[in-house]
């Protein structure tokens, strides 16, 4: 049975023998973080739903919160979209780098078995097509800049594929990424899901609710990516795994009409 998935269903976490040394990124403040008034995300498994625990919910301290976009979160579709917290990660003329707080949605990286990378994966359609239409209307899709992000060798943690240099709206960390050029503390990294996300199949591992998470750089095999685990460090997992959640990033260009 793959590795990965037979954690998965067993329930048994990996432990990860890599650490990681990387020059903290702080970021000028330029408003306070102010907690969203999303339902807190509690439960701790996605076989119940419905049965959560009063897990405390705090965002990321030091760091800027904002909204932006709509997108399914607490599983009652009777009452519309609810809007989407993002952290802001980097300020830069005018732009700002994004990251979901929340895991909003469970997608496999790629829907077979076998060797694929970043410019091949099914998520990267998918975030750039149906994500990206879903959760912003025509005007907030006008904000976000598409870029060119780089996937080869640099960006990863092993030398395992090599994906081409990519021009996306919507994109997931590379490990370099989310360990280095953007690190700012392991909290950061430690993600929730959304009542939604556990719904469409996320697990959440330990007893705080945490879940793993998709980068979008190779893994140790050619058929694997490089994933982030429930406590911020970082491992692989098969990529048809049905169980992990999506945190996407975006480019915004804040000089746009929609942020007045």
């Known amino acids: 049975m793959k590795k990965a998935v037979a954690l998965m269903l067993t329930g048994l976490l990996l432990s990860s023998s890599f650490s990681v040394s990387a020059e903290l990124f702080t970021l000028s403040p330029e408003a306070t973080a102010v907690p969203g008034q999303l339902t807190p995300i509690e439960a701790v498994s996605a076989e119940d739903t419905g049965d959560v625990l009063d897990l405390p919910d ?8 904002m909204t932006f976009g709509h ?9 519309g979209a609810e809007p989407i917290e993002w952290y802001v990660l980097k300020r830069k003329t005018g732009s700002a780098l994004l990251l979901s707080r929340y895991a909003l949605d469970c997608r496999q ?4 078995y076998g060797f694929c990378v970043w410019d091949q994966a099914a998520i990267r359609k998918w975030l750039n097509a149906d994500f990206k239409t879903t959760a912003f209307t025509k005007e907030e899709r006008a904000a976000i800049k598409q870029v060119t992000l ?3 060798h640099s960006q990863t943690y092993w030398s395992v594929g090599d994906s081409k240099k990519t021009h996306d709206s919507v994109f997931l960390f590379s490990y370099k990424e989310a360990y280095e050029t953007y690190f700012i503390s392991t909290e ?3 993600c929730r899901p959304t009542a939604y996300a556990l719904a469409q199949g996320v697990l959440t591992h330990g007893s705080e609710g945490y879940c793993w998470w998709w980068c979008r750089s190779p ?5 694997e990516a490089t ?16 169980s992990l959640g999506v945190r996407p990033l975006i480019w915004v260009d804040l000089t746009n009409k929609v942020f007045k």
Not at 58 to 64: F, M
């Open 58 to 65: 705090e965002p990321v301290a030091g760091l800027e919160l």
């Open 71 to 79: 997108y399914e979160q607490d599983n009652d579709l009777s009452d």
């Open 109 to 112: 990286y790629n829907t077979s």
């Open 150 to 152: 780089r996937n080869g």
């Open 188 to 190: 950061l990294l430690r």
């Open 219 to 223: 893994g140790h095999r050619r058929f």
């Open 227 to 242: 994933i982030v685990l429930d406590d911020g460090d970082f491992e692989y997992s098969d990529v048809d795994n049905t």
